[in-house]
């Protein structure tokens, strides 16, 4: 079991920049893939970016088609943290954001994740 704790949400005007951290701690962090998805009231939990862990492909990040070009992650795999920039936000960029963890590959559904944190508030105003 993994144990995650986001910080930097926050409220922020639309075409500002917010970066989020989430700090693992409970077992080897460079093994497991570290998601980023948002949840809107009223709306489903998504996807938003996914950090490969250590051992798969390449590294590269992935990211949902509504933020590419604008978000960025990544991660310190000494530090135990993932991050996930955020440029450029909009309004309907506002939601709850989590991160999550898995083992073995990235997936995009947030059921195939085992270990989420509390979530942070991130609020873009228009």
């Known amino acids: 079991q993994v144990q995650l704790v986001e910080s930097g949400g926050g409220l922020v005007q639309a075409g500002g920049s917010l970066r989020l951290s989430c700090v693992a701690s409970g077992r080897t962090f460079a093994n497991y893939v570290m998601g980023w998805f948002r949840q809107a009231p009223g709306k489903e939990r998504e996807f938003v970016a996914a950090v490969p862990a250590i051992d798969w492909s390449s590294g590269a990040p992935h990211y949902a088609d509504s933020v590419k070009n604008r978000f960025t992650s990544s991660r310190d795999n000494v530090k135990n943290t993932v991050y996930l920039q955020m440029n450029s936000l909009k309004p309907e960029d506002t939601a709850v954001y989590y991160c999550?963890?898995?083992?073995?590959?990235?997936?995009?559904?947030?059921?195939?994740?085992?270990?989420w944190g509390q979530g942070t508030q991130v609020t873009v105003s228009a």
């Open positions: 999550a963890a898995r083992s073995g590959i990235v997936r995009y559904d947030p059921r195939d994740y085992s270990d």
